[in-house]
């Protein structure tokens, strides 16, 4: 996988590592679920055997109720999952102001919260789902709200088994070992986000470097943090108002790149220094899907207000490269708004806007395979993204059913599962096991 062209690099395990990390370094990160998206970062796990049917009475290996909330999603390493929460206490703040523009009606967007709450990161034993650590963060008072469908803990954590980064957007990043002891920590300020829908992107990691993505309504950037000790390597400005887009590192003929999507153009950063090398328009506003990588392409869609998906060359591409030959293909019909696509081999799955209703590209022409397929029997629509394992696609719903396809360039359901909570995190998938994480529970989704 990835021996052309370029390669997503954002959870791949260092070159060299140090004698006592080698029994990390040595486990197989494809079979892991090491960030939100997966080992690859395009949703697939090439190693995993999930069972394609379960109930609350079948092929549930445990489920377990979780503290506070979240719609972070589940990674795993070793012997463990881990999972961010957000956990609300008696304790009372300041009095919240009165909502401001955009935080009533239709919008979504919620006042700051009266009480102080802990920013946890817990860790699970993949066996039996019982709690081996929980580590607080921050203990504080949210400055800002989130949108009624999302949470105060919504991005992922990221490890590569040597180190584990837990981030909690303006509560600050956090790096510990794989015992839960805190190794550094540092906080970016406060992010001010568009008609206080809250925060979203999860960090990249490199052998070398912690990415963020800073995308806000103030003075937007993107920097790279040392991961050995926190401090920073380059910060760059950035023209953007807020996203919620999770950068992707990957490798190019001419180095290391950034790819970090906006409504104003999806933009590549030289990984060693932070210079922009490339940009391009043609994305909508409200930028959330995360980029996917697929031998010599870059694939990166939004679909708020529009529909966009463009196809980019990158190992040539210098300046803005919107209307140049770097763009191979584009497409403009029934992109996602919330959930990121799935690239699973050749195919390119993807959501209509937050909506129960697929379509599947050839990821190398953008040819069509089908397009807008209805899911028929789920509620409420679906944020999370779809994933891939063995030869199923994996959807999660918000009412609690999860869509089991056959995987290819025909739309072939060949399940339809229910359980009794609701799904807005994307699942990951590890070795015969899938883990969902839900509104009040996460579950281990194993064959009895």
């Keep these: 996988m990835h021996k052309r062209g370029i390669r997503p690099i954002s959870v791949i395990v260092g070159l060299v590592v140090s004698a006592g990390a080698a029994m990390a370094a040595d486990l197989d990160h494809e079979r892991f679920w090491p960030a939100w998206r997966g080992p690859h970062s395009s949703g697939a796990a090439p190693k995993a055997s999930p069972p394609t049917t379960w109930s609350e009475q079948k092929n549930v290996r445990w489920k377990i109720e979780l503290p506070g909330e979240g719609s972070n999603s589940p990674i795993v390493w070793g012997d463990r999952v881990y999972v961010q929460a957000a956990i ?27 009480h102080v709450y802990q920013f946890v990161i817990l860790a699970y034993e993949r066996r ?37 980064f837990a981030y909690f957007g303006s509560r600050g990043l956090y790096c510990f070992d794989m015992n839960g002891k805190l190794q550094w920590e540092r906080d970016l300020g406060d992010m001010k986000t568009r008609n206080g829908f809250g925060e979203g992107a999860s960090p990249a990691l490199s052998d070398d470097s912690v990415v963020l993505t800073w995308d806000h309504e103030g003075d937007s950037f993107i920097t790279a943090l040392d991961r050995t000790t926190g401090a ?5 400005d950035r023209d953007e108002a807020t996203s919620w887009a999770t950068p992707l590192i990957i490798d190019t003929k001419s180095g290391r790149q950034v790819v970090a999507p906006g409504t104003k153009a999806v933009r590549a950063y030289d990984l060693a220094t932070g210079e922009e090398v490339w940009q391009c328009r043609g994305l909508t506003a409200n930028c959330i899907p995360s980029p996917v990588a697929h031998g010599p392409l870059l694939i990166v869609m939004s679909g708020f207000r529009g ?7 990158p190992d040539a591409a210098r300046g803005d490269i919107t209307d140049g030959a770097s763009v191979v293909w584009k497409f403009s019909e029934a992109t996602p708004y919330v959930p990121s696509p799935l690239l699973f081999g050749n195919e390119l799955y993807f959501l209509d806007n937050n909506k129960a209703i697929l379509t599947c590209l050839n990821a190398a022409t953008g ?13 409420g629509g679906i944020y999370a993204s779809p994933v891939g394992a063995g030869d199923h696609v994996y959807l999660p719903a918000r009412d609690g059913t999860t869509f089991v396809l056959k995987r290819g360039p025909r739309f072939e359901i060949v399940a339809t599962n229910k359980l009794d909570d609701g799904f807005d995190a994307s699942p990951a998938l590890v070795d015969g096991e899938l883990y969902l994480r839900g509104e009040k529970h996460l579950y281990c989704i194993a064959e009895d």
């Excluded at 040819?367 to 509620?379: F, M, N, P």
């Design 88 to 114: 609300r206490t008696e304790k009372k703040g300041e009095p919240a102001p009165p909502p401001a523009q955009g935080q009533r009606g239709g919008f979504g967007g919620g006042p700051r919260p009266e």
């Design 128 to 164: 039996t789902g019982r709690e081996v650590w929980r580590h607080v963060a921050r203990e504080e008072q949210p400055h800002e709200g989130s949108h009624r469908d999302g949470s105060l803990a919504p991005s992922s954590a990221v490890t590569d088994g040597r180190q584990l």
């Design 232 to 236: 920073p390597r380059w910060k760059k």
């Design 307 to 313: 529909q966009a998906a463009l196809a980019i060359r």
């Design 367 to 379: 040819e069509v395979h089908y397009k807008q397929q209805r899911l028929e029997g789920a509620s």
